[in-house]
């Protein structure tokens, strides 16, 4: 009888532990995929940004070239597109850096987060193995 009750909670212990493995690496897929989403977003908004930049300083000095008086008070639509590139470029180089260093980290807990039974030939009975 004692035999038959220890089994029991073994077996419920490592059902319990398995489906506790199931919720941690569902939590950990989800803030991988999060932190891709982060790198994959923060790559293109640098690339768009160091376009629109590049293409905002090319037109400003070219508007610059024809306004040949010194009373250019007022912002063009050059100096906005400038401006507006360089915010995509400051924005986007740190949401691909911390995405990329986030999504190394989440990728190496899930790969050592494992739990299972394990047997060995070594020894006689059932282990349960948490490896961290």
């Known amino acids: 009888m004692k035999a038959i009750t220890v089994l029991f909670f073994i077996s419920l212990i490592s059902i ?5 493995e199931n ?6 897929q ?8 982060m790198q994959t977003g923060g790559i293109l908004l640098s690339a768009i940004g160091s376009i629109v930049f590049v293409l905002g ?8 070239q024809l306004i040949e008086d010194g009373s ?3 912002i063009t639509s ?7 590139g360089a915010v995509m470029l ?3 180089i740190p949401l691909a850096i911390i995405g990329s260093n986030q999504e190394k980290k989440y990728k ?8 299972g039974v394990s047997t060995s030939c070594q020894c006689k009975g059932i282990a349960l193995t948490f490896k961290f």
Request: aromatic share 6%; proline share 0%; net charge positive.
């Open 57 to 64: 300083a090319r037109q400003m000095a070219d508007t610059n």
């Open 23 to 28: 919720q941690d690496i569902q939590f950990y």
């Open 90 to 92: 400051g924005i986007g």
């Open 108 to 115: 190496r807990t899930i790969q050592t987060l494992s739990v």
């Open 30 to 37: 989800k803030k991988l995929q999060k932190y891709q989403n």
């Open 16 to 20: 319990q532990s398995i489906a506790q």
């Open 78 to 84: 050059s100096e906005i597109v400038t401006g507006a």
């Open 72 to 74: 250019n008070d007022k």
